[in-house]
């Protein structure tokens, strides 16, 4: 294996050493890489002392960020709770010590009480800090039930998702790649990086602010469509009187999810795309539905019932899109205060009046199952672990899924197979 630390030599970007001892990158001024950036290869990890000119914001909320050193500048930005930042210099301004920093794309000036810095700042990185991996090959990696390539294979981890690094063995990561399952991938096929919380310039904010506006907007006129096709279709009540578009299903069994039984016959950790059969994993190009389809979410039901069904999948992901970003909670079931898996898909169908049931396996045993070829937008996949479901998410098109997935990345957009899904089942037609 490989034993070279990397630092990424580029203005704002360092090297940090993990609370595990990997060697990673702090994205300090961006949320995510940049291309063409210059590479120096060192053979030490970054030193605590980097952590002097780190700092990490410890208010409860946020703070201003100004133009000057004084509550008479201007306001560039706002830095919010647990949020880093370079520290570019130390000055003396309005009452005490301020530090000019960069935080995103926020150059400007903030009272240094309001950080910490130095060991400190370390400690607190362990914490707030999102430790993340990446697949460093175009094949899936397989993830192991221990840190030995002579252990069990758990799944296999798509070069297209990131997952949650949270410590390491020898040459092995220990990845979270949900809070249903956690496992051990070889070190020499990842890249790794840490990502913080970092300041919004104002114009951000109000970006953020619109965009927020305009999926409530675009969930708003879903729902008015599909009302408006139920209308039209001579339905009798709308989905939220209770009953839902589809009742009467027949429940699967619980125990469906199928162990998948990857290939040997390839590298000792990476696996060809083609190891998961076809019905389960997307080969290259454009992403499409998982059978290769358009992902339009057009139903297999036919007249005003595949209207009334097609603009309920519509509605549907357009309220989902809403809580992006929101917690993930153990046993939760508030798309606002957090969710779990299942909490969050089952909150999600009670909008619209449809009963999953609460855990995945119960939902996995009452809707219908179908297969995962034949997904569409609005219907949930499965996800297992031997033959035990344990996940659960929205499927919502273009190969895309929103779940509830760990504690720190909360509610998210993932590929739907960023772990092999076993089952899918439809509520809608």
Known sequence: MKNIFRVLVVSGLLAVACPAGMTAYADLPTEGYSDGLNEEEIVSAAAKSDYDNIAIFK?????????????????????????????????DGEDGQWYKIRSGKVTGYIK???????????????????????????????????????????DLLSPREEYEVIGEEGDFAKIRVDEDLTGYVSKEYINTRVQFKHAMTMEEEAQKAASDAQLRQEAEAAMASMNAAIQEAGAEAAPEDGSGPVAGQEAAPPDAAQEQKPSTEQSPETA?????????????????????GDGTGRSRSSGSQAAVANATRSAIVAYAKQFIG????????????????????????????????????????K??????????????????????????????GDGQIIHASTAKTGIKYAEYNYRTPCKAVTFLD
């Open 367 to 396: 809707g219908r199952e179908i297969p995962v070829s034949d997904i569409q937008p609005g219907d949930l996949l499965f996800y297992a672990s031997g033959s035990t479901i344990n996940h659960v998410a929205l499927y919502i």
């Open 326 to 365: 929101n917690p993930y909670v153990y046993g939760g079931t508030s798309l606002t205060n957090g969710a779990d898996c299942s909490g969050f898909t089952m909150s999600i169908f009670a909008h619209f009046g449809i009963s999953t049931g609460r855990s995945s396996r119960d939902q996995a045993a």
């Open 272 to 292: 060809s795309s083609n190891v998961v059969s076809a019905e389960n994993n997307a080969a290259g190009g454009t992403m499409k539905g998982p059978g290769g």
């Open 112 to 154: 240094a009480e309001y950080f910490i810095t130095g060991e400190e700042a370390e400690a607190k990185a362990g914490q707030v800090g999102l430790s993340i991996a990446t697949v460093a090959s175009q094949t899936s990696l397989r993830l192991r039930q221990a840190a030995s390539t002579d252990s069990e294979i758990l």
């Open 59 to 91: 208010g409860s909320n946020y703070a201003n960020v100004r133009s000057e050193a004084g509550t008479y500048g201007n306001v560039v930005g706002k830095i919010f709770e647990d949020a880093a930042a370079d520290i570019l210099e130390t000055v």
